[in-house]
């Protein structure tokens, strides 16, 4: 039986890319895309893959693209006339400075006439192939919100035809605030799926990492992209202890740091030292510098930490990062400072927000409360090992 799923989570992003580019039309691309997967699915687990299946995939969707395309044409629409046109010519010839398609797409989905919520969430939908729920759990909003959010989002890229505008070396720079965010949300969602049976999306990570490499060798001077480059491959060199062989989760104080990958550390922690160097500090490379510490001798240097975090207030104040901050606060000066810390954030509908405290509660002593902390983030956490985990810590309270 062909893995089809896996192949929709490698190559989903890719035939999207390449349909755009071809078509400019993103919903007809993501339609062709889904309708290919779906014959695949109809075909192979009878007559096998073919040799080549995101080949396949990409044919078909642009084929079925094509008879769209034809069927509009003959009621006379001159949009689907003028892409049916561009699509048929021999393959376009990649113009601009960003030769990667699902990069160029991302930089076209950043476009400044969107919003930056709708700018990366319509890339996470494009790039990533995330269901508008995962999306709507990155953010913190509800479901129909995301959806609500999607479509606008779209209506404004085809009315403004924005596809077809490959961007400029010019525009780069404004649309890369945009794009680091896209790439750390990607990653994000692959390093702890926010829905699910297993805590990683293996697949995820490498392409956010792929691209982040693209990334810095197309702007070289932009600090911040080494940053989050540095960033995610220290946070991946974790990956093999961040589970047992059964996909439970192990959390940071408890994994084996000899499981931990060096060469990805190595690397990671000289992209720090040069950022150091060039002095021009911003939230990714202090993030980074952050995950640098932790993977920095036998045990973490939790007032290294703390410094830190405070210095990323300072950049993106939020509550994400405060609570991440009380986290290390922990560490120095106690669970009882940080849990007022904790309860001072409006994080309620954050899953981790009740996890983290419900870990301080149990330091504390105070099991009721935690318990009832722990059953709030299970409620809140679609992600089933990071359920199992926490249901696990919730039954060694006393009752």
Not at 220 to 228: C, F, R, T
Not at 304 to 311: E, G, N, P, S
Not at 355 to 373: F, K, M
Request: proline content about 6%; aromatic content about 6%.
């Amino acid at each position: 039986m062909p893995d089809i799923e896996g192949i929709f989570r490698e190559e989903y992003g890719r035939a999207v890319a390449v349909l755009v580019r071809a078509f400019g039309d993103i919903d007809l691309a993501e339609d062709a895309v889904q309708d290919a997967f779906t014959e695949a699915m109809r075909r192979w687990p009878a007559a096998g893959a073919p040799p080549s299946p995101a080949g396949w995939i990409i044919t078909t969707a642009r084929n079925r693209a094509i008879d769209r395309l034809r069927r509009e044409s003959s009621r006379d629409d001159r949009h689907a006339q003028a892409a049916l046109i561009a699509a048929t010519d021999e393959p376009a010839q990649v113009e601009g400075p960003v030769r990667d398609d699902r990069l160029r797409l991302i930089f076209t989905c950043c476009h400044p006439s969107l919003s930056t919520a709708a700018q990366v969430a319509l890339t996470l939908r494009l790039l990533g192939g995330l269901s508008t729920a995962e999306i709507a759990r990155a953010f913190l909003v509800p479901e129909p919100t995301m959806a609500q959010r999607l479509v606008r989002a779209k209506g404004k890229i085809r009315d403004a035809r924005i596809p077809y505008r490959i961007p400029r070396e010019a525009d780069l720079p404004d649309r890369l605030r945009a794009v680091l965010s896209v790439l750390y949300l990607v990653f994000n969602e692959g390093y702890t799926a926010s829905a699910g049976d297993r805590l990683v999306r293996e697949d995820l990570c490498a392409e956010a990492i792929r691209l982040g490499r693209l990334l810095a060798e197309l702007m070289p001077d932009e600090p911040e992209v080494w940053g989050l480059l540095a960033l995610m491959l220290l946070l991946q060199s974790r990956r093999a202890a961040r589970t047992t062989p059964d996909g439970a989760l192990v959390p940071l104080a408890e994994q084996d740091r000899a499981l931990w990958d060096h060469d990805l550390i190595a690397e990671g922690q000289e992209i720090v030292r040069r950022c150091l160097r060039r002095d021009q500090a911003g939230p990714y490379q202090i993030q980074a510098a952050i995950n640098a510490v932790h993977s920095d001798g036998p045990v973490t240097d939790w007032r290294q930490i703390v410094a830190l975090y405070d210095q990323l207030l300072l950049f993106s104040p939020t509550p994400i990062v405060a609570l991440n901050r009380a986290v290390a606060v922990a560490e120095t000066d106690g669970p009882a400072v940080a849990l007022d810390l904790v309860d001072d954030l409006d994080l309620g509908g954050f899953h981790l927000f009740h996890a983290i405290r419900a870990d301080l509660l149990r330091r504390l002593g105070r099991d009721a409360e935690a318990a009832q902390a722990y059953a709030t983030a299970i409620d809140l956490s679609a992600n089933a090992a990071e359920r199992a985990f926490l249901q696990t810590r919730a039954d060694t309270l006393s009752p």
